[in-house]
C-alpha cells in the first residue's frame, strides 16, 4: 500500500516537474517561507491518501477518553474546550482543498481546538520540517506602577546571534536604514503595535490556535519566551511568536520604542525558515514527499508475536519520540512504565540559555539532565529543577530526585520550591514517586499518590481484552493485558481478567459513552525503597511554573496541591486573565501505532472498527486514561480548576532568569520582616 501511495504521489507530482518549487530550496539551510509554502501547496490532495487519514483518525478516536468531553468542557473551561472531532472530519471529508498541504492545516487546527496535549495529529511532511523564525523573542514586563507591556526580550539578540550565526546578518540588513545593522538596539523595546494593531491582538489570536492547555492564560504564555530544563542543560524557548511550526507568515511589522527613546519606530521585519535536522535529504518534489511525507518503519504498529518483530522494533526512536516533550526512552523503560506526556508538533527547544540568565549555583550531588537541585544563598530554601518525568533511565531518574532531596536537606534545606516551567510530563508513576517522597508515608501517598483512572469501553477496546483473555497475550506485553493494572481498591486483576466486562454507560454531551471500571494504582511498591519520612513539610514546598506543566506534571501539581495543600506560583501571564498551575492532565496518553499492535497482537485488523495502517508519515496523540477528579471525584480531574495561589510578575530584571525568580518566589511564599536574602 506504502509504494502505491509513492506511485500516486508521484503521478500527480509529475506536471510540476518544471519549476519544481522543491528543487529551488533543496540543500539551503535558511529560505524564505515563502519559499518553502510553495513546495508544500504544489502537492495536490490524493483521495486515496485524504480518506485513509480521516479513517485512521475516526476510527483511532474511539479510544481516545474525552472525545465526547470536549464536544463542551463544563466551567472554567466552557469558552476554551468545544469541538466536535468527528462532526469536523465529516465537513473535511467532504471539503475541496486547493492542496494537500491546505488539507493538513484544516485536519491540525482541528485537532488543535480540543486544547488537549494529549490529542493531536501530526504529519511530518509539514510540522516543523521546516521551523520559521524572527530575531525577536517577546516577553510580558510589568512595570513598578503594575502596568504591563510588551517588549522584545532583553536577552534577544544574544539569543538570535549565538543560535543563528551568520544567518542574523540577512535580518541586521533588512532593517530601515536608520536601524540598518543595529539589530541588537531592538532587545528589550516596548511593542507598541504588532501588524498596526495592540499587541495582545496577536497574543489572543495565537491562544486561539496554538492548543496544547485548556486555559486560555497558558497559551498566552505561550506565545512569550521562557526558560526550560532538558538533559543538554538550560535552554531557551523562544515562544509562538518568534518560532512557527509552518512557514505562514512571510514577515511582521512592529512599532517599537527603543530603550532610553521617547520615539515611535515602525518597522518590518522579515521571518525565516531552516531546514530541520530530522528532515531528510531531497533533491525535488518526488524525493521531498518520497523520503518525508510517506509512513515509515514505526508510523504503524506491529504482531508483537510476529516472526518479523526483531525487524520491526529497534533501537531506532519512534516518530512520535519527535512530537514527545520528554527526552529519548529507553526501549525497556517506555515499554515497562506508563507515560502521560505532551505531544507538540513543535520539537524540544535546543536554543541555549544565555550564560548570564542560567544559575550561577553549584548544582548539589543528586543533579542530573533534567533534575538539578540548587541551594540558594539563605541557607534555608533547596530548590528542585525538574523539566521532564522522564530521562533516559526511569530508575536513573527515580534515584537523582531521592538523592538530591536528601543532600538539600543534609545541607540545611528547610523549605523546597519545585520548577517544573516547560514540564511536559513523562513517567505517571516518577510523579507518584516524587509526591511519596517529599510528603512521606501518609493516605494521601499509600498505596498511591496519584488519581483513579478509567479507559474507554468502546466494542474494539473489549474486544482485545476478550481476545488477551483467550491467550492473545501470553507474556502480558500489551496495554490492555490485565496485568498491567489494579482495580478501584488497588488489588491487581487476577490473570486473564475480563476488566473490560464490567462497563460503566453514561451519556456526555448527549452521545452515549463507554468506560471500564475505575482502575487503581500500577506505582507502588517502588523498585527504589522510599524514605519513612517526609522530607519537608507541605507548607515548606511551593510548586513553580509559567502554566506549561502538563501530563505527569500535572498529576504530580494536582496532587501536591489539592491533597497536601502545597502551594502552586505561575510566572509572567496577564494580571487581569486567571492563571491555571498546570493542565493537560489526562492519566496515561498514547498514540495510533500503539493502539494499532494491541489490535495486531490480537489478530483484529480486519475487524470492521480497526484503523487502517497511515499511509503518511502522521502520528495521533490520544489520551487512554482519564484521572478522576480530587475536589470532585465522580468527574475527570481535566475540566476541574487548578487556579494558581500566586501570579508572580515579571520584570526586566527578572523575566527568563531562574535564580531571580526564585527569590521573588522565596520572598511572595514565605514572606518575613526581617528576611534578607544576601548575593544570589
Request: charged content about 20%; overall charge negative.
Amino acid at each position: 500500500m506504502v509504494s502505491l501511495l509513492v506511485l500516486t504521489l508521484a503521478a500527480g507530482l509529475s506536471a510540476h516537474a518544471k519549476g519544481d518549487p522543491c528543487a529551488e530550496i533543496s540543500g539551503k539551510k535558511w529560505v524564505s517561507p515563502r519559499e518553502v509554502r510553495a513546495c508544500f501547496t504544489s502537492f495536490p490532495v490524493e483521495p486515496l491518501v485524504k480518506a485513509n487519514i480521516i479513517e485512521v483518525l475516526n476510527k483511532t478516536l474511539a479510544f481516545h477518553t474525552s472525545v465526547n468531553y470536549q464536544i463542551q468542557a463544563p466551567e472554567p473551561f466552557a469558552r476554551d474546550v468545544h469541538e466536535d472531532l468527528h462532526t469536523d472530519l465529516a465537513r473535511i471529508n467532504n471539503q475541496n482543498y486547493s492542496s494537500d498541504f491546505e488539507l493538513h492545516v484544516d485536519l491540525f487546527r482541528t485537532f488543535k481546538r480540543v486544547n488537549d496535549g494529549h490529542c493531536a495529529y501530526i504529519n511530518y511532511c509539514y510540522d516543523a520540517s521546516y521551523i520559521t523564525y524572527l530575531p525577536t523573542p517577546l516577553v510580558l514586563l510589568t512595570n513598578i506602577d503594575g502596568s504591563q507591556s510588551v517588549h522584545i526580550a532583553p536577552e534577544a539578540f544574544n539569543v538570535s546571534s549565538t543560535e543563528f550565526g551568520s544567518e542574523v546578518e540577512f535580518w541586521q540588513q533588512a532593517l530601515p536604514r536608520q536601524l540598518k545593522g543595529k539589530l541588537s538596539s531592538l532587545s528589550g523595546a516596548r511593542v507598541l503595535l504588532i501588524d498596526g494593531n495592540d499587541p495582545f491582538s496577536a497574543v489572543n489570536a495565537n491562544a486561539l490556535t496554538t492548543g496544547s492547555y485548556q486555559s486560555f492564560g497558558t497559551r498566552q504564555n505561550s506565545f512569550f519566551s521562557s526558560y526550560s530544563r532538558t538533559t543538554a542543560g538550560w535552554n531557551y524557548t523562544m515562544g509562538n511568536f518568534a518560532q512557527r511550526t509552518w512557514p505562514d507568515a512571510d514577515n511582521v511589522t512592529l512599532t517599537l520604542q527603543l530603550e532610553n527613546s521617547t520615539e515611535a519606530q515602525t518597522i518590518l521585519l522579515p521571518y525565516r525558515s531552516r531546514i530541520s535536522a530530522s528532515t531528510n535529504h531531497f533533491t525535488n518534489s518526488s524525493t521531498y514527499r518520497g523520503r518525508n511525507c510517506v509512513a515509515v518503519k514505526r508510523t504503524n504498529g506491529y504482531d508483537e508475536y510476529a516472526e518479523d518483530e526483531a525487524d520491526f522494533v529497534s533501537d531506532e526512536p519512534s516518530p512520535i519520540a519527535r512530537a514527545q516533550q520528554q527526552p529519548l526512552l529507553d526501549r525497556v523503560d517506555a515499554r515497562k512504565h506508563h507515560l502521560d506526556v505532551l505531544l507538540d508538533s513543535m520539537p524540544l527547544s535546543d536554543v541555549a540559555l544565555p550564560t548570564g540568565l542560567r544559575p550561577p549555583l553549584a548544582a548539589v550531588n543528586g543533579s542530573s539532565g533534567v533534575s538539578q537541585f540548587y541551594m540558594m544563598k539563605d541557607n534555608s530554601t533547596g530548590v528542585l529543577v525538574l523539566g521532564s518525568f522522564s530521562s533516559s533511565s526511569f530508575s536513573g531518574l527515580q534515584k537523582s530526585l531521592l538523592r538530591g532531596l536528601l543532600e538539600l536537606r543534609g545541607a540545611g534545606a528547610s523549605r523546597l520550591i519545585v520548577d517544573v516551567t516547560n514540564n511536559g510530563g513523562g513517567y505517571i508513576c516518577i510523579a507518584h514517586w516524587l509526591h511519596r517522597i517529599i510528603i512521606g508515608p501518609k493516605p494521601t501517598t499509600e498505596p498511591q499518590a496519584g488519581l483513579d483512572s478509567t479507559a474507554r469501553a468502546g466494542p474494539l477496546a473489549r474486544r482485545i481484552v476478550k481476545e488477551i483473555k483467550n491467550g492473545a497475550d501470553p507474556r502480558e506485553k500489551l496495554l490492555y493485558n490485565p496485568a498491567q493494572w489494579t482495580n478501584g481498591t488497588h488489588h491487581r486483576f487476577k490473570k486473564r481478567a475480563n476488566w473490560m466486562s464490567k462497563a460503566e454507560h453514561h451519556v456526555i454531551n448527549g452521545h452515549e459513552d463507554s468506560f471500564s471500571q475505575r482502575l487503581g494504582q500500577e506505582c507502588q511498591p517502588f523498585d527504589v525503597p522510599p524514605p519513612n519520612e517526609a522530607l519537608f513539610h507541605s507548607k515548606d514546598v511551593v510548586i513553580v511554573s509559567n502554566g506549561r506543566c502538563a501530563s505527569s506534571c500535572s498529576l504530580f501539581s494536582i496532587t501536591m496541591s489539592k491533597l497536601e495543600g502545597v502551594r502552586t506560583v505561575v510566572v509572567g501571564g496577564k494580571r487581569d486573565v486567571p492563571q491555571q498551575y498546570c493542565g493537560t492532565v489526562g492519566g496515561q496518553s498514547t498514540d495510533f501505532s500503539t493502539i494499532d499492535t494491541e489490535i495486531k497482537t490480537a489478530k483484529l485488523k480486519n475487524h470492521p472498527l480497526a484503523p487502517p495502517d497511515f499511509l503518511t508519515n502522521s502520528v495521533q496523540g490520544i489520551t487512554w486514561r482519564l484521572g478522576f477528579g480530587i475536589d470532585d471525584p465522580t468527574q475527570p480531574e481535566e475540566w476541574q480548576d487548578h487556579a494558581a495561589d500566586f501570579n508572580l510578575p515579571l520584570t526586566k530584571e527578572t523575566v527568563n532568569n531562574p535564580v531571580a525568580i526564585w527569590k521573588e518566589v522565596i520572598h511572595t511564599a514565605w514572606p518575613e520582616p526581617s528576611f534578607f536574602v544576601q548575593g544570589l
